[in-house]
Each structure stands twice: as C-alpha cells, then as structure tokens.
C-alpha cells in the first residue's frame, strides 16, 4: 500500500500544497495564511540560542514559551530544573468528556561550532532556496510573508527542525482553530523539555514531582523526520542510548618515534584494532550475543517491508554506495542494537603533528538499545569482550603500579546518562486513534492517504522516562524534512513540512480520543 502510494504522497505533499480541506472545512489557504502569520514569532525564537549547559539562555527561552503559550489562552507555567526550566501548558477542552492526550516536544539543541556553517550566526535564522546546481543560497526572508510562498525555501539556524519547529507548529495550528472558530476534540497538555540534547537528565525528578498536573490518556510525542516519501507518519517506538569513552594507556608520556616507535606500544594502533575487533566490515557487531535477543515475528517483518523505502534513493541522498548489511533493509537494521564509534583521539593531525608515539587514544562509543536488547545486557557484553582481548579495564587512569602488571590497560567510563528504549504496540487504541487522525488530516477527494507506521525509530527520546512513572500509552509523530541536518551545521526545515506539521497536528487535536 505504501509503495503504491509513495509517489502521489510526494507529489501531493512535497511538489506542491495539499489540496484537501483540514477538519471542520479549513481550507489550505487559511492554513497557509496560520503559518505566515507564525513566521516571525518563529525567526524570534529561533534567534534565542538554546545550548542545553547554558542556563541563563534556556532560562530566556523558558520565559519566552511561556509568554507565546498564554498568549494563545493556556495555562503555562515552568518547573524547576536545575536552573533548565521545563515549561507547562494546559489548554482545557470545552468538553467535559473529552479525553486528555500530553504533548512532548523540545526546545534545547545540539552544540554548534560556528565556522563549520554557511551564515554568520548560527542562531540567526536565514532563509534559503536551492538552485539548478543543489547548492543553497540566501533569499530575502519577506519570501516567507507571501501566503503562497514557495514551499521548497528553507529556514536554517540551530534548532530550526530539532525542535522547535514542531513547538510553532503546535502554537499556529492553536491561532488556525481560534480564527476558526473550531474547539479541539482533546484536552491538551504540553510538556517542554529543556535537555533532550543532553539525555533529559531532569526529566525523570520532573515528572515524578509533577504527576497530578501531567496526568493524560495518552502521550504523543513530536520529534524527528517523516518518512522520505512525504507522507505522514506514526511511530511505535524508540531506541534507547548508552555512551562510554574507552581510553587505552600507552607510556606515561609522548615518545619521541624515532627513539621508541618499535619498542613502545602506540595506543593508537592498539584502539584501532579494537575497534575493528568489535565490528565486521559488513557493519554487523561481532561480540557475541550481541543480537541474540532481538526476534522478530513474521507480523513485524510483513509491518516492515510494508513501509517500502526507496533505499536507492536513500544512499544517494546520503552519498554512499552500499550500506552496511546488519540486518537486509533500512527499517529491519533499525530494529536491532547498534555500536557506533562517533569519535576518536589520539595525538594530532595536520600542521599541528609531531613525531610522536602517543601515550593515550580515546573512542568515544554510542549504543542504541532496544526494549529487548537494553544496556544492562549489552554492556557487560562489551566489556567482557575486550578482556577477552586481553585488556584489564579500569574506572580510572592507571597508577605505577598497575602500569608494571598489566600489559593492556584501558579504561572505561559511562559518560552520560542512560536512556531506556520503548515500544508501543502498532495495533493499540492510541495507534488506531493517531493513524486516524492523520489520515482525515490528508485525505485527497475521495482518495484515502494511508500514513507511514513504524514500528521503531532509530533515533532517542526520553519516552521511557515519561511514559514509566505517567503509564500513558505513546505515539510518536515526527513532522520535519528528513535532510534536516539535525544535529550537525546548516540544520534547517523546509517550509513545505511546516504546512504539513500543522495539518498533522490539526488532525490529531481536532479527533476525539476514545479508546476501545
């Protein structure tokens, strides 16, 4: 069905607007006239910079959620959190019957290294418009102002899909049903994190000191990219996150190479061939185990093969002419634990090298978990497989005397919070319930626009954080451009995906939720 449809999610959703009327009549011109009238409040938040560790700047952008929020008739307030404030805001249903649904997005963003984008400041949102050769070029933001603006220009700056995109989506769609005079079908609550970016260390005291006021029916979360076909799209889970650092000891000091280069073991040399002890050339985890206990039914693979990735398409988009074969398809590797080395170190590169043997060299690691594979298993596999590489593992750098005992040493450390992973079944109510929602919101004539289902997503969120103490079943409903650049320079959102987030969260606002 969806590969059937894949094509005509592009053209309706991508070349140019939907052409179908939103719940209650609203036209595509009253949608498009909402989302011109949001512009500048989203350039405005957008210039706030939102680094997690910052206090003073997240503190700004608290007070400024805040503000936005009463505007539009919530009840918003913040909740403490280390000097991060997590912002609240309650929108009651005029229905006494209706049910209440928890939306959680985000508005902290990845470290930015200046120099490495094209514009001047980072936080300093510039609109941009690809030309004949692919590459983007500035354009006057008064673009945006025209109620038919073209729905290929993109705004870049930090955060600009990741997330808060979704949060002025949300705010606008709330203006479009005012103007209107349509009342959403749900009570609706909003929680805002301020360190998603940082693996929500806060969350979890938040949310246990909170319970009462985030008490909901159900949780959906806005985050991450829609499917590459345009259309919309429900997913059923998340992987959760690990992170260690391993460093492995060489001598004391830097060794001059020439004096020592065959004598004193070079540290780098021996991280790499851990490394590459740990995974195949294929991409597959080689320590055993590592995969055992993810099974999947005959149900999960037909849902899979369902979704209808044009990989093609996929590993041009990412310049790389083969993928790793961890599992057979995009969507089946995702279902699986990874291990993925985003960073090494050891002595120096380019005009600043020296001729040295390098006393230390350092990997930086990242596990994505699953609800069947979590790092309380995964862990201990790891570090049983490099002691079987013949290395003594430390929680601190060596002393005299464990440098004269052991011939290997390394030590590792967790450097972040754990985050746990979570999984909703894809035939439950609340499923049932947003795939409804988004289908009434893109519904062409008589022609049905089935949305995407995932059972998983490859990326994390703090969804077990919340769900575990609130017991509130999830979705997620990712909303921006899947070339977003998110967490790396020139991030950005196409302003065609800003029209089709609000339409998303028009539908799911304006269904009633009423569980079988």
């Not at 909402?34 to 997240?58: G, K």
Request: no cysteine.
């Amino acid at each position: 069905m969806i590969k059937a449809l894949a094509g005509v999610g592009l053209l309706l959703l991508v070349t140019r607007p939907v052409a179908a009327a939103l719940p209650g009549g609203i036209e595509d011109a009253a949608l498009r006239q909402a989302a011109v009238a949001s512009f500048p409040e989203y350039l405005d938040l957008l210039a706030l910079p939102n680094e997690s560790s910052r206090t003073a700047d997240m503190a700004a952008n608290a007070d400024w959620l805040v503000k936005a929020f009463e505007k539009r008739g919530f009840r918003a307030s913040q909740f403490e959190n280390h000097g991060k404030p997590v912002v609240f805001a309650d929108y009651p249903s005029h229905s006494a019957k209706a049910k209440t649904v928890l939306f959680y997005m985000h508005f902290d963003g990845q470290p930015v290294i200046p120099g490495q984008w094209m514009q001047a400041n980072p936080w300093g949102p510039v609109v941009k418009r690809r030309g004949p050769d692919g590459a983007f070029a500035e354009v006057d933001r008064a673009l945006l102002l025209d109620p038919k603006f073209d729905p290929e220009l993109r705004v870049f700056a930090r955060s600009a899909s990741d997330d808060k995109a979704p949060i002025m989506m949300l705010l606008a769609s709330l203006d479009l049903l005012k103007q209107t005079a349509i009342s959403p079908a749900v009570h609706l609550k909003v929680i805002l994190d301020s360190e998603e970016e940082v693996n929500s260390p806060g969350i979890g005291a938040v949310i246990a000191a909170h319970k009462p006021e985030l008490a909901a029916d159900a949780l959906v979360i806005i985050d991450g990219p829609t499917h590459p076909s345009g259309l919309p799209t429900v997913v059923f889970g998340n992987r959760g996150l690990s992170t260690f650092r391993l460093t492995v000891f060489g001598a004391r000091s830097p060794l001059h190479s020439g004096h020592y280069g065959n004598y004193s073991p070079n540290p780098a040399q021996r991280l790499a061939v851990l490394l590459a002890s740990m995974k195949g050339d294929d991409g597959r985890v080689t320590i055993p185990g590592y995969y055992d206990r993810t099974k999947l039914s005959d149900a999960d693979l037909a849902s899979l093969r369902e979704v209808g990735d044009d990989e093609v398409a996929l590993r041009k988009r990412l310049g790389i002419a083969e993928a790793d074969h961890v599992a057979g398809s995009y969507q089946e590797d995702l279902q699986y634990p990874s291990l993925n080395v985003r960073g090494l170190a050891s002595g120096a590169v380019g005009e600043k090298v020296t001729g040295v043997v390098p006393s230390t060299a350092t990997a930086e690691i990242d596990i994505r978990t699953t609800t069947e594979a979590d790092a309380a298993y995964l862990l201990p596999l790891v570090r049983h497989h490099i002691e079987a590489q013949g290395y003594h593992i430390l929680d601190h750098d060596p002393t005299d005397e464990e440098r004269a005992l052991y011939p290997k040493l390394i030590r590792f450390t967790l450097t972040q919070p754990l985050q746990l992973a979570a999984r909703q079944e894809m035939e439950s109510p609340i499923g049932q319930w947003a795939t409804s929602a988004l289908a009434s919101a893109f519904q062409v004539g008589a022609k049905p626009v089935t949305p995407v289902r995932l059972r998983l997503m490859g990326a994390t969120l703090p969804t077990h954080e919340i769900v575990a103490p609130l017991q509130q079943p999830f979705v997620l409903v990712p909303v921006v451009n899947g070339d977003n650049n998110q967490h790396s320079y020139d991030e950005n959102l196409r302003m065609g995906n800003y029209l089709t987030g609000m339409r998303s969260i028009i539908g799911l606002i304006t269904t009633p939720f009423a569980p079988r």
